[in-house]
């Protein structure tokens, strides 16, 4: 996959830019400049390329700034083509010449230079001072507005002539969509850094780096899958700032998105009420909930059977849909448990992905009536049950047929997941039971 890195400094528009290319609102879009601090990729639907949004380029010696300037450099180094963003509005800038002079130092890649917010036309006579940067004639594009997007797929048609394709994103659809969720400094970037091998994303000792939910495809322990790094998300009293805010909803908006979310907490800290909070959602959104108790390391060994015990009780007994929640111990810094929870991850998700024969689930059915008979209806009258079947996957959702009662208590209901879970293998699983009434064609109407 050729990879198209857009790149300039700060408040240029690049995120607004890398959300029209790709079709999505994936990168996080605000007026406020150094937004954006991790490198995004996504898809450019039907060419095989990836195109990715880096950090505003800074000239910071430490801190946050400098980190995403440099991973935004390491990005430049592996372009096949670069999109260098200025903003029209503004003019040229003594910045906009120093990262021009870099670019040219740092890679051979074809450059394309976008004069960004030039809707209007009074900035027409202003385009001949961007010559001085060195990338030939500029460009003019509004990203906001979708103006001049046509000359960037030519600029790319031209570097790639046979890379379109129908196809170009098929292959990401089909790979296994993890989200990793959780509180502030957890460790959520931690464990993407562990599980890629690299520093890709920035890791500071301090809440509210991460941003931007940042997909990454790679492939641990055998499966090709797209990671996805979100912000922290903190109670809702705690959040002040509209970017912060922003980004706590792209979090969510993660849990739809992922077939599998990962719940990072802190092992030496007390499950606070805003991560069963998160793992509510996750339930009812009926994905594959997996809870990482990050900093294993740091228990001390002595309390830590006593610790993940209460924790298992914790998360039982708040949520119904589910029989046996999957918390896994890790170190997300030494790498301690973390192939053994992505080994654990792989197996529900293939279990998530198989249906149940008929004929065992009402088997399975038929042994729980016998144990334990279903209660009457309010009106005194036997409930029925005559027939089940699995109808749904992610949640895993059984239907069942029933005669003669008008409702059925959720305590049965209850009762009839827990045995259906546990002799499926599903306990792991959020599972819905469904009931569809038999319309008895004597009653009257």
């Known amino acids: ?13 690049k995120s607004t830019l890398f959300n029209a290319l790709t079709g999505t609102r994936d990168a996080l879009v605000h007026d406020r400049p150094g937004v954006t601090r991790d490198v995004i990729s996504g898809q450019i639907p039907n060419r095989a390329w990836t195109v990715m949004d880096t950090a505003g380029l800074e000239s910071a010696k430490s801190g946050i700034a400098a980190d995403s ?7 430049i180094a592996t372009a096949n083509a670069i999109l260098f963003v200025v903003d029209g509005r503004v003019g040229l800038t003594p910045a906009d010449m120093e990262w021009a002079r870099m670019l040219r130092r740092k890679t051979r890649a074809p450059v394309l230079l976008l004069v960004n917010k030039t809707e209007s036309a009074r900035r027409i ?3 001949v001072e961007f010559y001085k940067l060195g990338f030939g004639v500029p460009v003019m594009i509004s990203a906001e507005h979708k103006i001049g997007i046509d000359a960037i797929f030519n600029f790319i048609d031209k570097i790639a002539p046979n890379t379109k394709s129908s196809d170009s994103t098929s292959g990401a659809s089909k790979k296994l969509k993890i989200a990793i969720l959780g509180q502030p400094n957890v460790g959520k970037s931690t464990l993407v850094n562990q599980v890629l091998g690299q520093r890709r994303q920035i890791v500071i000792d301090a809440p509210g780096i991460t941003r931007d939910t940042v997909k990454i ?6 499966r090709d899958i797209v990671l996805m790094d979100t912000a922290g998300l903190r109670r809702k009293a705690g959040v002040t700032d509209d970017v912060e805010t922003l980004s706590a909803l792209k979090s969510l908006d993660a849990i739809d998105k992922a077939d599998v979310v990962i719940l990072v907490v802190d ?10 909070g998160i793992a509510a959602r996750v339930y009812e959104a009926g994905k594959i909930l997996c809870v990482a108790l990050n ?3 740091l228990v001390e060994p002595e309390i830590r059977d006593e610790k993940l015990l209460k924790l298992k009780h914790q998360f039982s007994n708040s949520f119904h849909q589910i029989i046996k929640p ?23 998700w293939d279990i998530s992905n198989t249906d149940a024969p008929t004929s065992l689930i009402n088997r399975i059915i038929e042994k729980l009536i016998d144990a334990r008979q279903p209660p009457m209806s309010r009106l005194k009258r036997p409930m029925k049950i005559k027939f089940a079947r699995q109808t749904g996957r992610h949640p895993m959702k059984i239907t069942i047929n029933v005669g003669g009662a008008s409702d059925i208590p959720e305590s049965y209901t209850r009762y009839l997941r827990r045995g259906l879970a546990s002799a499926l293998h599903w306990e792991h699983l959020p599972v819905v039971i469904e009931y569809k009434k038999d319309e008895n064609p004597f009653d009257e109407k």
Do not use: C, H
Not at 69 to 75: H, S
């Open 125 to 127: 006579e202003d385009i």
């Open 69 to 75: 300037t440099t991973m935004a450099m390491d990005a």
């Open 326 to 348: 999957l918390i896994l111990a890790i170190s997300a810094e030494r790498g301690t448990g973390v192939k053994n929870m992505f080994r654990r991850i792989y197996e529900q």
């Open 217 to 222: 495809p790679t492939n641990f322990y055998g």
């Open 295 to 297: 900093k294993w390391d």
């Open 267 to 276: 092992a030496t800290r007390n499950i606070e009420n805003q991560a069963l």
């Open 1 to 13: 996959m050729l990879k198209l890195i857009i790149a300039g400094r700060p408040n240029t528009g």
